[in-house]
């Protein structure tokens, strides 16, 4: 973070402990410890420790909590990157597909991965197919999902 950002960060610490014996040269040296840390994960370590500190926390204090921050903020993405590949597993494209064609498109052709049905409709030619599955990849997961139970 930038200097003026830790200065922040360290008068935000002062500023919920203000008993502690503050004074320029602490808040320099605060700051000065803390810089390396991102400014964004620090606000989130003053306020843990603003939940969890009787007393003002020193850095060694802080430095902890920016570490579970870290931790937090790494396996939410962690999280967020198994959820973005979820649609893939949840829908597979051809069902995207078919899920734009009759609902959308009112188009009752049966697709192919539908034949152990034994269904005497039309056969779903492959441009066709593309072009509802291309359509389907821009369509939210959620929006999909809505038009399967609600058919809108």
């Given at each position: 973070m930038t200097r003026e950002e830790a200065l922040t960060v360290a008068g935000m610490v002062s500023s919920n402990w203000?008993?502690?014996?503050?004074?320029?040269?602490?808040?320099?040296?605060?700051?000065?410890?803390?810089?390396?840390?991102?400014?964004?994960?620090a606000t989130k370590a003053v306020m843990r420790a603003v939940q969890e500190c009787?007393?003002?926390?020193?850095?060694?204090?802080?430095?902890?909590?920016?570490?579970?921050?870290?931790?937090?903020?790494?396996?939410?993405?962690?999280?967020?990157?198994?959820l973005d590949a979820l649609p893939s597993q949840i829908m597979p494209p051809w069902v995207r597909g078919y899920v734009v064609s009759r609902v959308r498109h009112k188009d009752m052709r049966v697709w192919p991965e539908q034949i152990d049905q034994d269904l005497d409709e039309a056969l779903m030619p492959k441009d066709a197919q593309d072009a509802y599955i291309a359509e389907a990849e821009g369509l939210p997961i959620e929006e999909l999902f809505k038009k399967i139970v609600v058919g809108a």
């Open positions: 203000p008993s502690a014996q503050w004074n320029e040269q602490t808040l320099d040296a605060y700051a000065r410890a803390i810089e390396w840390m991102d400014p964004a994960l009787e007393f003002y926390p020193k850095v060694a204090v802080l430095r902890d909590f920016y570490g579970i921050e870290k931790r937090l903020a790494d396996s939410g993405s962690k999280i967020q990157k198994q």
